[in-house]
């Protein structure tokens, strides 16, 4: 793993470029360049303000806005980075027969692209939360959210190199996961708040989510201020340390033979 690390960081400028050409490649000629990112989020997260805020927002339609805003950035942003981690290897395929690269760079590649795009709606909660309670503090809260930024970014990429490794073994991975990732989407508190499966006794739901972990160390910090418990932050590094130790390996066993399956 740590091998794995030293030759990511060897190729750093390699990797910043690579992710520089994909901004420039997926903007070029735009009008709205980069915002292009924040449509998507934002157009779920009116709908679901518009169709659900009086049921599950508690009255409070620019607080539960926030609320699904954060959501849809921190799960938006897992999901991509799974999906397009699913491609990742096809897409460099012309790099890694030519280069002896590590193959995590490439999918750090894809899961830093992502994570630009999330950045720009997890900005945009943090200045629509300062607005509404008229704090400019509240913008401080992006330095709370910061630990589980960075365990949402290690997961992500974690995930994305077991994603590419599978499709490339198994080339059914991708539409798999879509499926998976739908289902996960309504189990996870994005739309409604825990309480509302707590009181039908289905909190259990929420309690084996990994994804609903990440939000709680993201989105409670960004929107209150206030920091989940010390068992969240361990369960959440746990999470990460296993999928790290779990990709490294992988990594190490199959490398030798993802070329002859490209």
């Known amino acids: 793993?740590?091998?794995?690390?030293?030759?990511?960081?060897?190729?750093?400028?390699?990797?910043?470029?690579?992710?520089?050409?994909?901004?420039?490649?997926?903007?070029r000629r735009s009008v709205l360049g980069i915002g292009w990112s924040?449509?998507?989020?934002?157009?779920m997260t009116v709908v679901f303000t518009v169709v659900f805020s009086n049921l599950l927002g508690g009255g409070d339609p620019v607080g539960y806005a926030a609320s699904?805003?954060?959501?849809?950035?921190?799960?938006?942003?897992?999901?991509?980075s799974a999906l397009a981690g699913c491609r990742c290897f096809q897409e460099n395929e012309a790099y890694i027969r030519q280069s002896p690269i590590p193959y995590t760079v490439y999918t750090l590649r894809t899961v830093l692209g992502q994570a630009v795009h999330s950045m720009i709606a997890v900005g945009v909660v943090a200045a629509l939360v300062a607005a509404y309670q008229a704090d400019p503090l509240a913008l401080l809260r992006l330095g709370l959210a910061a630990p589980g930024l960075v365990m949402a970014l290690l997961v992500a990429w974690a995930v994305a190199t077991l994603a590419a490794l599978a499709t490339t073994f198994f080339h059914d991975t991708a539409h798999l996961m879509e499926v998976?990732?739908?289902?996960?989407?309504?189990?996870?508190?994005?739309?409604?708040p825990r309480k509302l499966l707590d009181d039908k006794g289905m909190g259990w739901v929420v309690d084996i989510n990994p994804g609903s972990w990440l939000l709680d160390v993201t989105r409670g910090p960004l929107l209150t201020g206030q920091l989940p418990g010390a068992d969240v932050y361990l369960t959440c590094a746990a999470l990460t340390a296993a999928l790290i130790l779990l990709a490294a390996g992988a990594v190490g066993w199959l490398e030798k033979r993802v070329i002859f399956h490209l």
């Open 68 to 80: 699904v805003l954060a959501g849809m950035a921190v799960w938006g942003f897992l999901r991509d």
């Open 1 to 27: 793993m740590f091998g794995h690390l030293a030759a990511t960081w060897k190729f750093r400028h390699f990797l910043l470029s690579l992710v520089r050409l994909d901004l420039r490649q997926r903007y």
């Open 38 to 43: 924040l449509l998507n989020p934002i157009a």
């Open 180 to 192: 998976a990732a739908q289902l996960l989407f309504f189990l996870t508190p994005i739309m409604y």
